[in-house]
């Protein structure tokens, strides 16, 4: 069955950096493209990023743009999202998500459990 | 920036209707920004229901609906059961310029 496990969250001190991971199995990895959507405790969800299924086209939200980047390894059928420059309000549940096969603009299809990441000192 | 509008909560008796609405602060919402809707119970993760404005997602029961409605997106579910009581997002897509996705705030259902 098509499923997606988040990890790498924790915690870490504002500033610092974290890399969370995706891991995709159940369906043609490469075939999709793959979403980041973020949730503050008692928030929300947020959208934070997208990644085109060949990896060539990456997109963020302004909240995170230029400290975060997504990628992917479609030979490991894993999705990333490295976080620098954290702060504390990136403290959040972070979900991967795929993408509608070839409509992207159709948002989320598959979620994952999620992976919580808390910044504090 | 944009805003993406929802109530932030509604009430439905057993076995009756309910349309939630997805709006816009500035502008009306259309099959143009392929609303989805994703329902998320407390500590689980969101759960895919509507996409393309009014597509079931595999598995989604028809007692929930999409629809434009005026110049709102709208879910609506036909029969609300105990079950259905739980947090419902939309989200947009802004294809124009540099493709994002906003979610609304999110409306919570209570069921009594």
């Known amino acids: 069955q098509v499923q997606l496990v988040e990890s790498g969250g924790g915690v870490v001190q504002p500033g610092r950096s974290l890399r969370v991971s995706c891991a995709a199995s159940g369906f043609t990895f490469s075939s999709y493209g793959m979403h980041w959507v973020r949730q503050a405790p008692g928030e929300g969800l947020e959208w934070v990023a997208i990644i085109w299924n060949d990896g060539n086209y990456k997109y963020y939200a302004d909240s995170v743009k230029g400290r975060f980047t997504i990628s992917r390894d479609n030979s490991k059928n ?17 979900y991967c998500a795929r993408g509608h096969y070839g409509a992207l603009g159709y948002g989320m299809d598959v979620w994952g459990q999620g992976t919580t990441v808390t910044v504090s000192s | 920036q944009t805003v993406v509008t929802q109530e932030p909560s509604f009430s439905v008796s057993p076995g009756g209707t309910v349309t939630l609405t997805c709006g816009l ?3 009306s919402v259309s099959t143009s920004y392929y609303p989805s ?20 997602s595999s598995g989604v029961p028809d007692r929930f609906s999409g629809s434009i409605v005026g110049n709102k997106a709208a879910l609506t579910i036909t029969g609300a059961q105990a079950e259905d009581e739980s947090n419902y997002y939309c989200v947009l897509y802004m294809g124009s310029g540099i493709p994002n996705w906003v979610f609304g705030g999110g409306t919570k259902l209570t069921v009594l």
């Open chain 2, 25 to 27: 602060r500035s502008g």
């Open chain 1, 78 to 94: 894993t999705l990333y999202l490295q976080m620098n420059s954290l702060r504390v309000e990136d403290t959040a549940v972070f």
């Open chain 2, 37 to 56: 809707w994703y329902q998320q119970t407390p500590g689980q993760a969101p759960r895919t229901l509507i996409y393309n404005t009014n597509t079931r």
